[in-house]
């Protein structure tokens, strides 16, 4: 079976692994390296709102096959709440 690694980087520290996963193939591959980043980012939230995660999966021979990262972007709300959408002129609403 073929060994594949899947580095991460959590916008504070890179991690190559270093011991790899034995999976059937590069298909199995891609679905660990996003199986990845939510681990990554629930691991991190408390230390910010704005980050960038990224995994990418290497094989045997050190190439990278493939990449994903999730951006994480919060935004802090202060009392205000949006106003809610009015219907547009003329339009029909069901009401109760």
Known sequence: MPRYFI??????????DLEGHDLSDTEAARKATLDALPDMARDKIP????????????????NVIYT????????RS?????????PAAGSLSSLP
Do not use: C, M
């Open 7 to 16: 580095d991460a980087d959590d916008g504070d520290f890179p991690h190559r």
């Open 47 to 62: 230390d910010g709102d704005n980050r960038i995660f990224t995994a990418t999966a290497r094989d045997e021979d050190g």
């Open 68 to 75: 994903a990262s999730l951006t994480l972007k919060g935004v």
């Open 78 to 86: 202060y009392g205000t709440a949006p106003k809610p959408e009015s």
